[in-house]
């Protein structure tokens, strides 16, 4: 069984600031992937980076990148230069072995300006 | 451009009825996924699909059943909707066997059971 986990219900950044959401996953795959998703108020879930289990580079994507520790099991994502419409509930999940996506609780992201 | 859509946005439901969700992807996808989604509860798997006439039950089954006898649509029903039952359902799609792409989703469907 995989697992994901969020540990922080809610998060506060100052505009243009950095913040680091955590992420921490239990499996016993040897070959996965970890995403991360934003969800604003609207209630799409919108995909911002992937990182493969044998990817050797942590991701980035723009503003977005992934701290991908293997042997620490985490993969937090960290987003720079903060901007208002960052603010949203944003999901860590891993897709291992089953092909089936599973999610953490999620974390409510609010920029303040 | 690669889409799921999901039949409704807001849905207001009586206690007992029976309740239709529908989800449709045009990926040509073979994996297909019914969520529910709670505050402080993250997205709950409900049932998947690997495949037309195929459905496996997830993490939260109960009240719940699937369809799927096409490979572009997966129906997600509430056989007697309860109070309970109210709730974010989100669908989404995959491609086989991929553990490197990311799943799609829909827009969410928003339902009240009252």
């Known amino acids: 069984a995989q697992k994901i986990t969020q540990t922080q219900p809610g998060m506060f950044v100052q505009e243009k600031e950095a913040v680091t959401l955590d992420c921490t996953y239990d499996?016993?795959?040897?070959?996965?992937?970890l995403f991360w998703y934003k969800q604003p108020s609207s209630g799409e879930m919108i995909f911002l980076i992937y990182?493969?289990?044998?990817?050797?580079q942590n991701a980035t994507e723009g503003r977005y990148s992934l701290n991908f520790q293997k042997a620490r099991k985490s993969a937090n994502l960290v987003i720079s230069a903060s901007q208002l419409g960052d603010s949203a509930m944003y999901f860590c999940?891993?897709?291992?072995?089953?092909?089936?996506?599973?999610f953490g609780r999620g974390t409510s992201l609010i920029v303040h300006p | 451009d690669v889409k799921v859509t999901q039949s409704s946005r807001y849905l207001v439901k009586r206690t007992g009825e029976k309740v239709f969700l529908e989800c449709v992807q045009d990926?040509?996808?073979?994996?297909m996924f019914w969520y529910r989604q709670d505050p402080g509860l993250g997205l709950r798997l409900i049932y998947f699909?690997?495949?037309?006439?195929?459905?496996e039950k997830g993490d939260i089954p109960e009240g719940y059943s699937v369809s799927r006898e096409k490979k572009e649509r997966f129906s997600l029903i509430l056989e007697s909707a309860s109070t309970n039952q109210t709730s974010m359902y989100l669908c989404?799609?995959?491609?086989?066997?991929?553990?490197?792409?990311?799943?799609?989703f829909g827009q969410g469907t928003r339902l009240t059971v009252v």
């Open positions: 989404a799609s995959s491609p086989p066997q991929g553990t490197s792409t990311e799943a799609f």
């Open positions: 499996t016993s795959d040897p070959s996965y992937g």
């Open positions: 990182q493969g289990s044998y990817d050797q």
């Open positions: 999940a891993m897709i291992g072995g089953s092909y089936i996506p599973t």
């Open positions: 990926m040509d996808h073979e994996n």
């Open positions: 699909s690997y495949d037309v006439k195929m459905k």
